[in-house]
């Protein structure tokens, strides 16, 4: 569903209708939100780096081998295939 609601709300915004300065006003509140939403990620994302690093520095401590276990697992899983482009996904 998101992704009729975002095609709606950019046909709205581009369509001859709408005057350039709600147009600008539109890509600049959307530019501001997205801008909070990629702090949050980032911020989500040191949390669970830093709750890594200490299961990784439990596990070194109870000798567990990691290393030698990524390189089994990345010799046995299968061929990644690539993502597709965000545009492919829209």
């Not at 600008?24 to 801008?35: Q, R, W």
């Not at 290393?67 to 597709?84: C, R, T, V």
Request: hydrophobic share 35%; glycine share 4%; charged share 35%.
């Amino acid at each position: 569903m998101p992704k009729k609601e975002a095609k709606k709300e950019e046909s709205k915004m581009d369509s001859p209708g709408a005057s350039k300065e709600e147009q600008v006003g539109f890509h600049k509140g959307s530019l501001s939100t997205l801008a909070k939403e990629r702090q949050e990620l980032v911020r989500i994302v040191q949390i669970v780096e830093q709750l890594m690093q200490l299961h990784l520095a439990s596990l070194k401590e109870l000798g567990v081998d990691l290393e030698k276990e990524a390189k089994e697992a990345m010799q046995s899983a299968p061929p990644k295939k690539p993502e597709k482009p965000i545009e492919d996904m829209l």
